[in-house]
């Protein structure tokens, strides 16, 4: 069962243009083609760079947002309570405000407490700043270094400036040692960054992430498998070329340098429009849609590649909404939006409606005390400081 599931996957239909089968991808001494084994070497170089990464925010980033003043926000801690505990770890981190009775009722609280306590409960989850500077200067460390070694591995490779170059003998393309460690590198980052998921910062398009991450493997093990180095190598260097922006945007704005961060959000803007949705269009959509044909005629691996590099597109669209949105507020209020993928701490806007409650109330009572002495005055008794005020000045005046 697994030797014939095995042969089915491995036709050689699937993966090579017609005309071309897998003897014909044989390997000599001076040749090498990418073998699917190779990609296996990912996983343990993927752990390797969770232990660096591990390792590089405790010694380097952690002192290094301390230096520079990032603080953690002082959060309320929520108190022991084992009945909401409880209810939060098995049934739900926000309650209805069905259950929030139910909940008060059973540990004789009031409804207000109990909602105050969930919000605690909640907040002391979310990430500390310290935590998103430190996950911001891994990024950024390894964006800047992919990208130069991108830069480095390709600035003489034909196919980077003649872009029908990437189908030049497609598919017998001898496999260049760096163009090796290039595709061990990213895709090993790209493992790193799922295995993390589950601890990295959480935001509003978590599942757009996913979606990515799986994306961009099943490109790079696909590519590298079927041969696609050349367009490979393209599709990592254009997505580099803006994240090496976006982080010190994150940096800059956890250190509160609200200039430097919206300056640089304006450039990360720029820099991924029109790499996301100019440049890999053209350089890589039109390239694998319409080059790609001057050689080969369409067969599965063509469709499928077309269709994850699509994925791609699409997920692109998708941010490039989000930031279009955040530019437009940026000119329209002169100041940049909070990132809106980013999880907000409650505390913030709800201890300030609390705090104006209370306000409320004792405003209330003091207007109340007002009126009461109004209507004492208006009845004819005075307070007792006043008529001590006034017969002394009517001794005075004696």
């Known amino acids: 069962m697994a030797r014939s599931l095995y042969e089915w996957l491995w036709q050689h239909e699937f993966w090579l243009p017609p005309g071309i089968t897998w003897e014909d991808m044989q390997e000599s001494e001076d040749t090498h083609y990418p073998q699917p084994r190779d990609l296996l070497l990912s996983i343990p170089f993927a752990f390797i760079l969770v232990v660096i990464r591990c390792a590089f925010e405790r010694a380097i980033a952690l002192p290094l947002s301390t230096k520079l003043g990032v603080r953690d926000k002082q959060r309320p801690k929520a108190q022991p309570n084992p009945v909401l505990e409880t209810f939060y770890g098995t049934r739900c981190k926000n309650p209805k405000e069905g259950e929030l009775l139910s909940l008060a009722k059973q540990c004789d609280l009031p409804v207000r407490k109990v909602e105050k306590w969930f919000r605690h409960r909640r907040n002391m989850d979310r990430p500390s700043l310290s935590k998103k500077f430190s996950e911001a200067c891994w990024r950024f460390t390894f964006y800047i270094i992919s990208f130069f070694t991108g830069l480095a591995v390709l600035y003489d490779k034909p196919w980077l400036w003649d872009h029908r170059e990437c189908w030049t003998g497609y598919p017998q393309q001898p496999l260049q040692p760096s163009l090796f460690w290039y595709y061990m590198l990213e895709l090993s980052f790209y493992w790193s960054l799922v295995f993390t998921l589950p601890f990295d910062v959480k935001r509003k398009d978590f599942k757009e992430q996913i979606v990515h991450h799986a994306a961009t493997i ?157 209507y004492i005055q208006r009845n004819g008794s005075e307070p007792l400081d006043n008529r001590a005020h006034h017969a002394n000045g009517h001794a005075k005046e004696r």
């Open 218 to 374: 099943f490109l790079i093990s696909f590519s590298y498998c079927a041969n696609y180095i050349r367009i490979g190598t393209l599709v990592m260097v254009i997505h580099d070329a803006s994240d090496c922006f976006l982080e010190p945007t994150k940096i800059f704005n956890y250190m509160k340098w609200k200039k430097t961060c919206d300056s640089l959000f304006m450039i990360f803007s720029a820099v991924f429009l029109i790499s996301r949705l100019v440049i890999y269009p053209y350089t890589v959509l039109y390239n694998t849609y319409y080059y790609s044909m001057e050689i080969f005629q369409p067969f599965f691996g063509y469709y499928f590649v077309n269709v994850l590099l699509i994925i791609l597109q699409l997920l692109h669209i998708f941010w490039s909404c989000l930031i279009i949105h955040m530019v437009y507020k940026f000119f329209l209020q002169g100041t940049m939006e909070k990132d809106m993928r980013s999880d907000t701490e409650e505390s913030d806007k709800d201890e300030e409606r609390d705090k104006i409650r209370e306000k409320e109330k004792n405003g209330i009572t003091c207007f109340s005390n007002v009126t009461s002495n109004g």
